[in-house]
């Protein structure tokens, strides 16, 4: 019973995690204006994002353009996108080894080999949320650096947006809910040995129970 509490628990915050950082990966708001001078009315917002780059104009009308190349990106948002997506897909595929290894599901029959592979579906959404911590910790550094760097001008300078905050927020529930999945692994919340049921008793057309049963 707890080793299926623990499952449910981690699978819902690893699903959580897995469908954060599919939207961190789409929102364009990665790196934002920076509001440093005395005068903070200003006519346009621009967002900088790992696909798109949008404008938003003070009337509300927003304009994005999609990044014409890849290797025109700088080297952070390169492999930012690289990492997201095999973390997204990591979570896709996280989700069907855990399911097919879960208490609630019939796709496996020896309790052994269906912990050892919620065990490998924790661990999979342990490293999903591993590989999209890196380019975000590495974001968030080089907007702060260049933040604080009096040679950038302040046209330049971004600080850090909402998608950062989502996808930080996604790797503390893929770590979480992975490590829930990994610890319903263990034979102390299992059990050391499984529950085992005795045999059906039938009756003879005499009316009496079979004698072998006894």
């Known amino acids: 019973m707890l080793a299926a509490c ?3 628990l981690g699978l ?3 699903v959580t995690g897995s469908l954060l950082v599919m939207v961190a990966c789409g929102l364009p708001m990665w790196k934002v204006t920076a509001f440093i001078d005395s005068n903070i009315v200003v006519a346009q917002t621009i967002w ?3 696909w798109m780059s949008c404008v938003v104009q003070s009337t509300g009308q927003m304009q994005c353009k999609v990044h014409d190349s890849v290797l ?8 930012a ?3 997201t997506v095999i973390s997204a897909v990591l979570g896709v595929v996280a989700l069907t080894v855990t399911v097919a290894g879960a208490q ?5 029959r020896d309790e052994a080999v269906k912990a050892r592979v919620v065990n490998a579906g924790g661990v999979t959404y342990i490293v999903s949320g591993l590989f999209v911590l890196v380019p975000l910790c590495w974001l968030a550094n080089n907007i702060i650096v260049d933040f604080h760097d009096p040679q950038v001008p ?3 300078k971004r600080e850090i947006g909402a998608a950062i905050y989502i996808g930080w927020a996604a790797t503390a529930l893929l770590l979480l809910g992975g490590t829930l999945l990994c610890c319903s692994f263990s034979q102390g919340v299992r059990g050391a040995y499984p529950i085992k049921y005795a045999p059906t008793k039938t ?3 005499s009316g009496e129970f079979d004698k072998k049963h006894y």
């Open 203 to 205: 009756i003879t057309a």
């Open 154 to 156: 302040s046209s330049k």
């Open 72 to 79: 025109a990106l700088a080297g952070d948002l390169q492999t």
């Open 104 to 108: 609630c599901t019939n796709c496996l």
């Open 81 to 83: 996108r690289a990492l």
């Open 12 to 14: 819902a915050l690893c």
């Open 6 to 8: 623990l499952e449910s």
């Open 48 to 50: 900088d994002g790992l």
